[in-house]
C-alpha cells in the first residue's frame, strides 16, 4: 500500500520500506536475481529494490490497468529491467511460465487498497465521499459493488458482511439494504454509508470509527475476491522460490494476516508425527520464518503515513525444495 501522491506522480511513501528492503536485499544482490512484486501498485517498493541492486530483474503485476501506468511511469529510469503484467496475483504460475521463469529470488505482496484507489473518486472505495458504488481493482471487468447490494440475496448480503466485514449488525444492515433497493437501486456511496450508519445501534456509533468502515472492507473483498485470490496465489508463490529464495507479505486486515500466518506456520512445520524419531525428509519443514510474529509499523512512520497503522509484515525463507 502506497500513498499517492498530488500532481502527475506518486508520493514515494511505500509502507514498511526499509524493512521490506532489509529483508529482500539478500536475494536481489546476486547477478540475474529476479524478483516479482505481485501488487505492485504506484511502485515505490520495486523503485527502491531496483536502485538499490543495478543488476536485478523485476517482474511486476497488478490488476489495476491505473496503477500500472503510474508505475510504469516511476520505474521508467529501469525500464529495460522491468516487465508489468496487468492481472491478479493469483497468475503468478501462467505470468512465470510465458516469461519462461522457473524459479525466482523474491515474491512481494503489498495487499490491501492503494491510497491512490481511495481517492480516485468514481472508485467507490471510499465511504468519507459520495462515489458511485464500483469498488473494482480492475475496472475493465467483473461485477461492482452496486452489483453486490443490489442483487445479492439478503441471506448472501449477511454471510458477507460478516465473513468480510466482521460485523456484528450484519443482517440490520442487509435488512436496511433490502427495504432501500425494493424502492430504488443503491448507486451511492453515500448513500450506503448512511444507511449503516442508521442500521447500527447508536451506542455502537460513538466508538471505532466509521460504522461503515468494515461494510466497505466487506464488499471490496467480494467484488474482488481478495482472500480467494491470497489462498491460491501464497502457495504458488512458495512453489516458485528457489531454496534460498524470500517471501515477504505486508497485510493490512486481519482476515489477510490469518490466512498469510496459516500458510507461513504450515510450512515452516514439520509435517510427520510429534513422537517419530526420524523425521523423512519429505516431512521436514520447506520454511524458515524470518519475522517472529506479525511486524508493524511504529510510531514514525504511523505519524507521516498514518495508513501504516494497521500493516503487518510476515516474511519466510524457502529452506528446501518439496520432496
Request: hydrophobic share 45%; no cysteine.
Amino acid at each position: 500500500m502506497t500513498t499517492a501522491g498530488s500532481g502527475n506522480g506518486p508520493a514515494h511513501l511505500p509502507v514498511l520500506l526499509d524493512r521490506v528492503l532489509e529483508l529482500l536485499d539478500p536475494v536481489s544482490a546476486a547477478p540475474g536475481a529476479v524478483v516479482v512484486d505481485a501488487t505492485i501498485g504506484l511502485g515505490g517498493h520495486s523503485a527502491a529494490l531496483l536502485a538499490r541492486h543495478p543488476q536485478l530483474r523485476l517482474i511486476g503485476i497488478d490488476r489495476d490497468p491505473a496503477a500500472l501506468e503510474r508505475s510504469q511511469a516511476r520505474l521508467a529510469a529501469h525500464r529495460d529491467r522491468v516487465q508489468l503484467i496487468h492481472g491478479v496475483y493469483d497468475t503468478l504460475p501462467e505470468v512465470l511460465a510465458a516469461a519462461g521463469i522457473e524459479r525466482v529470488d523474491g515474491v512481494l505482496f503489498d495487499l490491501g487498497v492503494s491510497s491512490m484507489q481511495l481517492d480516485v473518486d468514481d472508485r467507490g472505495f471510499s465511504y468519507s465521499r459520495d462515489t458511485a458504488l464500483d469498488m473494482r481493482m480492475d475496472t475493465t471487468t467483473g461485477r461492482t459493488a452496486a452489483d453486490v447490494v443490489n442483487d445479492y440475496p439478503v441471506a448472501e448480503l449477511v454471510r458477507v458482511l460478516s465473513e468480510y466485514g466482521e460485523e456484528r449488525f450484519a443482517r440490520r444492515i442487509a435488512k436496511a439494504i433490502d427495504r432501500e433497493r425494493a424502492v430504488a437501486p443503491l448507486t451511492s456511496s453515500a448513500r450506503l454509508a448512511e444507511l449503516v450508519r442508521d442500521a447500527v445501534p447508536a451506542a455502537t456509533r460513538r466508538t471505532g470509527g466509521h460504522p461503515a468502515k468494515r461494510t466497505f472492507q466487506a464488499l471490496r473483498i467480494e467484488v474482488n475476491d481478495e482472500l480467494g485470490a491470497l489462498e491460491r496465489a501464497l502457495p504458488a508463490a512458495v512453489t516458485a522460490l528457489r531454496v534460498g529464495g524470500r517471501l515477504v507479505v505486508l497485510a493490512y486486515q486481519s482476515l489477510e494476516d490469518r490466512i498469510v500466518k496459516r500458510t507461513f506456520v504450515a510450512g515452516a512445520t514439520t509435517t510427520a508425527p510429534p513422537d517419530l524419531p526420524v523425521v523423512p525428509a519429505s516431512d521436514l519443514p520447506q520454511l524458515r520464518l524470518l519475522t517472529r510474529g506479525a511486524e508493524q509499523a511504529d510510531e514514525q512512520e504511523i505519524a507521516s503515513n498514518p495508513r501504516a497503522a494497521s500493516v503487518r509484515l510476515r516474511a519466510i525463507e524457502r529452506i528446501r525444495q518439496a520432496a
